[in-house]
């Protein structure tokens, strides 16, 4: 048995990386199927997928049918209004690429949905691979495949499965990344606008380019930084910082009104805030956010800033001092603390929240660092309850405010 177990691990790890990637990617996808199997099972009338749903009506679910208006009418002209006089919600939430990329796949296999699971299947395939490279380097070549197999599993896994763009933008994510640790900067401008036009977060990635910058500067003299290298760092960031701003001025010109794409945005944050909004003020949403949630669980509303303070400086120490996070190295370390400063400035945390945490992936790396096989495997089975306890409210469960994916 012994024997066995020998040959059959040697045989493992003597296949192509591809191979064993895709074993494990399939694995995961089984089991995130049977998650939404059992979901569907106890989906009830009161869901909102109804009695009868099927992984079908998951995967076209919640913001799948937004992506799906975008390929089948584009953008609205005219901002739709509530009966207030406000921006309601619409298409200019949602960017181009993927709802486009889907229904061009969707010619080929019969329907829309068809082209946004198939997208976000492969791309999730893709970012395994991306994820990998990216950490192998750093972390070593087993580590990085548990990493790999955290990601593939992790409690937002259902988003490999569903038409929205997270896969994609991650995989875009991975490989530009990758192409900054490796300085080869030259296909940084092809990766930058299509990320900025897959779904909002290229404005952290123009911060990360800066902060990267600033680093290599900082050791041009054991690390030598050319002439030419801080053209591309300059220009690079120039073009970020522009796309990331292009999708609101676009949606400025196309229906007349400046603050299309924030009005929109903030048609949202509506919702949870009485009284509703009045604009668009950077970082205040955090902290809108952490006094009602706090006021909801019964906790006084001060308390929730101060817990909000608390939680940006344990991050903060986190990535400056843990060593397994400084294992990921410094672009990664950079990147993180990039998106979350992003995210402090312009999200307001609400049930969507551990789904824009995504693009912070490449932190698995810093929890499959410890060797021990308890650990890892611990780290597996918590990742593998956080995916069901996600699952069942959002999809099975899902009849208010705070069960929307």
């Known amino acids: 048995m012994a024997h066995l177990a020998l040959s059959a691990a040697r045989r493992w790890a003597q296949a192509p990386l591809a191979l064993r990637i895709a074993v494990i990617y399939l694995v995961a996808r089984v089991v995130t199927t049977g998650f939404f199997l059992a979901a569907a099972s106890v989906s009830t009338s009161l869901s909102r997928f109804g009695a009868d749903a099927g992984l079908i009506d998951f995967v076209l679910g919640w913001d799948a049918q937004w992506y799906w208006l975008v390929a089948e009418s584009g953008y609205p002209a005219e901002l739709p209004l509530t009966d207030s006089g ?167 010109i196309v229906t007349g009104d400046p603050g299309a794409y924030l009005a929109t945005e903030l048609a949202w944050r509506r919702h949870w805030i009485a009284g509703g909004v009045e604009g668009f003020v950077p970082f205040e949403g955090w902290v809108q956010a952490s006094q009602f949630w706090f006021g909801l669980w019964g906790l006084p509303g001060w308390a929730g800033p101060v817990a909000l303070a608390l939680l940006v400086v344990a991050a903060g120490a986190a990535l400056l001092y843990l060593p397994q996070v400084r294992a990921v190295g410094t672009d990664l370390r950079l990147w993180s603390a990039s998106y979350l400063l992003y995210l402090l400035a312009v999200f307001f945390p609400q049930s969507s929240t551990f789904r824009l945490l995504l693009p912070l992936s490449p932190m698995w790396g810093a929890l499959a660092v410890p060797r021990s096989r308890w650990w890892r495997v611990g780290v597996l089975v918590l990742c593998l309850v956080g995916q069901w306890a996600w699952i069942l409210p959002m999809y099975a469960l899902g009849n208010t405010f705070w069960q929307v994916p």
């Open 86 to 252: 406000d921006v309601a919600e619409n298409a200019w939430a949602f960017m181009p690429v993927f709802a486009y990329a889907a229904k061009a796949l969707g010619f080929v296999f019969g329907s829309w949905g068809a082209g946004a699971f198939l997208l976000s299947f492969v791309a999730g395939y893709l970012a395994c691979l991306a994820l990998h490279r990216l950490l192998r380097d750093r972390i070593g070549a087993s580590a990085a495949t548990w990493a790999v197999v955290f990601f593939a599993a992790g409690p937002l896994a259902a988003m490999f499965q569903v038409g929205y763009a997270e896969t994609l933008f991650l995989l875009l994510l991975f490989l530009a990344l990758d192409a900054m640790t490796r300085r080869r900067y030259a296909w940084l401008y092809v990766l930058i606008p299509v990320m900025a036009f897959t779904r909002p977060g290229i404005l952290a990635f123009a911060l990360y380019i800066g902060l990267h910058g600033i680093v290599r500067w900082v050791r041009r003299r054991d690390d030598p930084l050319t002439g030419v290298e801080i053209a591309h760092i300059v220009a690079l960031g120039a073009l970020a910082t522009a796309t990331g701003f292009a999708w609101q001025l676009l949606a400025g």
